[in-house]
């Protein structure tokens, strides 16, 4: 278990649809990292959050917002759904601004299908 | 170009084989490299990081950086059915992590 929780497990909603995934980081972890991980494109870096900032931006489409909450949890919003949208949604977290040493801790993820 | 290329596999060998994955990075400046671990329906976890040439060592992990050839390797040695994985090559960038496709491994009993 790496602490790191998301919500929900799965998820099935329709073309045009908006959802929103929840992560809470592990205990004392200030950054938490959105990733996109999909069969034809891997995992994907989607944003990064450190202490309630944004940090960092990756492939993260207009259609898609996130932001970190003063309790540090974070949540993603993904609007506008297209059946390309359909994918493991991870989390992670680490205790740095900065990723230096590349340790994050991921939750388990939370699974997406676009119908 | 992908910043990391990896070979996604499969690859399946039998019980006790020695399991080696390769990665190629475009990029000379980067300067850390990670392999993690994925298990089916699971997150990834960090396997292994260095941040220089040469090899290092866990056990039976062996990661291998040759920045000559901008080459990454990971050696899994006497390999057991339980490291039936997903493994991903990763490096840092301007402080972002990006990742390979993965090779996805299976240890035959």
């Known amino acids: 278990d790496s602490g790191v929780t998301q919500t929900p497990k799965h998820l099935i909603t329709a073309t045009g649809q908006r959802v929103t995934l929840r992560c809470s980081p592990r205990?004392?972890?200030?950054?938490v990292y959105w990733y996109q991980q999909s069969l034809d494109q891997g995992l994907q870096f989607l944003i990064q959050?450190?202490?309630?900032?944004?940090?960092a931006k990756g492939n993260i489409l207009e259609r898609f917002s996130a932001q970190q909450f003063p309790d540090l949890h974070s949540e993603l919003n993904l609007s506008s759904l297209e059946l390309g949208d359909s994918a493991l949604y991870f989390c992670?977290?680490?205790?740095?601004?900065?990723?230096?040493?590349?340790?994050?801790?991921f939750g388990e993820g939370s699974r997406l299908t676009v119908l | 170009q992908k910043e990391v290329e990896q070979d996604p596999g499969p690859l399946s060998v039998p019980e006790g084989a020695i399991v080696s994955l390769n990665c190629t990075y475009s990029?000379?400046?980067?300067?850390?490299f990670m392999w993690y671990r994925q298990y089916s329906r699971k997150g990834p976890e960090l396997l292994m990081y260095?941040?220089?040439?040469g090899n290092k060592e866990d056990g039976r992990f062996t990661a291998q950086v040759d920045k000559s050839s901008k080459y990454i390797s990971l050696f899994i040695r006497d390999s057991q059915p339980s490291d039936s994985a997903t493994y991903l090559c990763?490096?840092?960038?301007?402080?972002?992590?990006?990742f390979g496709a993965g090779t996805t491994v299976t240890v035959r009993a």
């Open positions: 959050y450190y202490n309630g900032e944004e940090r």
């Open positions: 205990s004392g972890d200030l950054s």
């Open positions: 260095t941040y220089s040439s």
């Open positions: 990029n000379s400046a980067f300067q850390y």
């Open positions: 990763a490096k840092i960038n301007d402080y972002k992590l990006s």
């Open positions: 992670a977290s680490s205790i740095n601004r900065e990723s230096n040493t590349g340790e994050l801790f």
